[in-house]
Every structure is written in C-alpha cells, then in structure tokens.
T-cell receptor, first 116, second 113 residues
Framework: DSGVTQTPKHLITATGQRVTLRCSPR?????VYWYQQSLDQGLQFLIH???????AKGNILERFSAQQFPDLHSELNLSSLELGDSALYFC???????????????FGPGTRLTVL | GQQLNQSPQSMFIQEGEDVSMNCTSS?????WLWYKQDPGEGPVLLIA?????ELTSNGRLTAQFGITRKDSFLNISASIPSDVGIYFC?????????????FGKGTKLSVIP
C-alpha cells in the first residue's frame, strides 16, 4: 500500500459525458501528479500540482482539467469523453523538495475508465 | 519529447534464473526509478537512483545508474514466480523544477516454475 488513494476504482460511462477522478496523496506529500496509461501509449504524464498550484503540464488534452484543493486532494476532470479516453488513470505523490526522496513518486491503485 | 527505450519487451525465464533489463535515453537524466506493475494495479517503486555510477540493491534486485546518465539497468537474481509482472524504468530529466517522469514501455516478465 503506497498510501495514495484513488476513487473510484472503476468507472463506466458513455461518449460525451463528463467524469471526475479523485486522488488523495500520501500524508505529508504536497505534490500530486496525474498519469494516463493506455495499451498503445504506455504511461503518459498529464499534469503536476504542488500545494494547490499547477507546476507542469504534459500531454493533457484541453478537454481534461485538474485541480488540487487546500486539503491537498486532487481531482482530474475529463469532459466530452471519447472512446479513446478509455484507459487507466493514476495519480502519484511525492515528498516536498528538500527531503531526501523528493524525486520518488508513489502511485495510487488507479481508476479504470471505460467509455462506451 | 524525451523517450526511453526499454528492452527487452518481454522475457520468459525459468524459476531460479537471473534476469537483466535496461533502459536507454538520448537525453541526460538526473534520477532513474524502477517500478513493477501487476495487472490492474498501480506501479510500485522498487529502486531509486540518484548519482551516475550508483549501484543500489533491494533484496534480490540490483539497479545501476549509467555513468553517461543516459542509461540504467535492473537485475533480478534467482527469480521466483511472484516476480511476474511488468517492470518499468522511469527517468527525471535534468533541469530545475522538472518533475514529470518519462516512462519506458515496460518489460513483461514471465517466470516458468
């Protein structure tokens, strides 16, 4: 158990819909990262938040957005869903800069999104 | 963007054999991480490497940070059935404030009892 929690575990929805994925980082971690894992693209970085602020964006579609709340949990919002958005979505967290392991990212169990 | 070439893509080995896999990059990385992922689960961090030339062990696992900072190796000794899974290398590029991991495509390990 990494200490990172994600809900829901599974999500099945239809094209055109909007969903929200939730992540709680490990206790004490200020950074949250979102990744998408699909069969053909592997693990792709989407976005990084640190203490409520967006720090870096990767290959995140404009239909996707994220935020980190004051209690440090994060939500990934996916809208106008398409069949190709079906994938595993992971969040990860890491310790604050200045700690010895701040580059190590610990992953949650993931949310499997199926768009029908 | 940066890409990591991970090889081999898959391996079938007998229980008890040693395993070796590697990742190479065209760019310099300042951190290498190795993860294992079981089906339907999140990647689990196995080993973290921070310095060029560093050799780090975690039980039967040993990983090395290449001297050129463009490659890394993972070795598993005396494999057992529970070693089955997909192993990913991941790297953090040099550059202040860069925390987005780049992942290899994974090495799928199968262990024959």
């Amino acid at each position: 158990d990494s200490g990172v929690t994600q809900t829901p575990k599974h999500l099945i929805t239809a094209t055109g819909q909007r969903v929200t994925l939730r992540c709680s980082p490990r206790s004490g971690d200020l950074s949250v990262y979102w990744y998408q894992q699909s069969l053909d693209q592997g693990l792709q970085f989407l976005i990084h938040y640190y203490n409520g602020e967006e720090r870096a964006k990767g290959n995140i579609l404009e239909r996707f957005s994220a935020q980190q709340f004051p209690d440090l949990h994060s939500e990934l919002n996916l809208s106008s869903l398409e069949l190709g958005d079906s994938a595993l979505y992971f969040c990860a967290s890491s310790a604050p800069p200045g700690t010895s392991s701040y580059n190590e990212q610990f992953f949650g169990p993931g949310t499997r999104l199926t768009v029908l | 963007g940066q890409q990591l070439n991970q090889s081999p893509q898959s391996m079938f080995i007998q229980e008890g054999e040693d395993v070796s896999m590697n990742c190479t990059s065209s760019s310099i990385f300042n951190t290498w991480l190795w993860y294992k992922q079981d089906p339907g689960e999140g990647p689990v961090l196995l080993i973290a490497l921070y310095k060029a030339g560093e050799l780090t062990s975690n039980g039967r696992l040993t990983a090395q940070f290449g001297i050129t900072r463009k490659d890394s190796f993972l070795n598993i000794s005396a494999s057992i059935p529970s070693d089955v899974g997909i192993y990913f290398c991941a790297g953090l590029p040099s550059g202040a404030g860069s925390y987005q991991l780049t992942f290899g495509k994974g090495t799928k390990l199968s262990v024959i009892p």
